[in-house]
Nanobody, 120 residues
């Protein structure tokens, strides 16, 4: 079994900052690519940021320069540092990881999602 637990969401004023964490637990041999998605009620799910097993990263144009994705392989944890938050960043944020959990099992796992609300 592999579980992803997300934390760090909440209510913040425009211009503020939040840091999301996504921690994997269970039977984990290795973790490859990781990513953050978000979905607002009025929009489809959107890729926010992704990071490979190395150091390569990709960001949605809407968050470039404001968000930073990182990973701590020793802790099986991924982070999303969100700065200069805007009301349009309001959404449910989801994490996903590509995990090898046994010699013959490699698949994507998803966290439960966490609400981020940016409002004055």
């Amino acid at each position: 079994q592999v579980q992803l637990v997300v934390s760090g969401g909440g209510l913040v004023q425009p211009g503020g900052s939040l840091r999301l964490s996504c921690a994997a637990s269970g039977s984990i041999f290795s973790i490859n690519a990781m990513g953050w998605y978000r979905q607002a009620p009025w929009a489809e799910r959107e890729l926010v940021a992704a990071i490979t097993s190395g150091t390569s990263t990709n960001y949605a144009d809407s968050v470039k320069g404001r968000f930073t994705i990182s990973r701590d392989n020793a802790k099986n944890t991924m982070y999303l540092q969100m700065n200069s938050l805007k009301p349009e960043d309001t959404a449910v944020y989801y994490c996903t990881m590509n995990v090898r959990s046994s010699w013959n099992r490699l698949r994507d796992y998803w966290g439960q999602g966490t609400q981020v609300t940016v409002s004055s």
